[in-house]
């Protein structure tokens, strides 16, 4: 079954971290371009970040650049979100997804597998 796992997420307080990590089972991700995206209730999902599929080529939404970070490490199958001095605003669920993008990326909501999602909440 192929699945994508999320985890890493909850709570923290303002300008703490977290490190998010997104793992495959039943195919390599290797083949896919992976996107962090979250959503909070009401609102649209949102792309916060994605990687290529050999990590060569990223992209980072405006509201979280120079806090966020995307990786992958391609021998363990996941990829990573780092987190860093964070907001209350960037409460969410994140979520991972995979989507075959040739050389580069895309922070569109629209892949090929969603995983279901890690809570993530930033209070004092």
């Known amino acids: 079954q192929l699945q994508l796992v999320e985890s890493g997420g909850g709570l923290v307080q303002p300008g703490g971290s977290l490190r998010l990590s997104c793992a495959a089972s039943?195919?390599?991700?290797?083949?896919?371009?992976i996107g962090w995206f979250r959503q909070v209730p009401g609102k649209v999902r949102e792309g916060v970040s994605c990687?290529?599929?050999?990590?060569?080529?990223?992209k980072i939404a405006d509201s979280v650049k120079g806090r966020f970070t995307i990786t992958r490490d391609n021998t363990k199958n996941t990829v990573y979100l780092q987190m860093n001095s964070l907001k209350p605003e960037d409460t969410a669920v994140y979520y991972c997804?995979?989507?075959?993008?040739?050389?580069?990326?895309?922070?569109?909501?629209?892949?090929?597998?969603w995983g279901k999602g890690t809570l993530v909440t930033v209070s004092s």
């Open positions: 990687i290529s599929s050999s990590g060569g080529s990223t």
């Open positions: 039943g195919f390599n991700l290797d083949s896919y371009a």
């Open positions: 997804g995979a989507r075959r993008y040739g050389s580069s990326c895309s922070m569109e909501p629209r892949v090929d597998y």
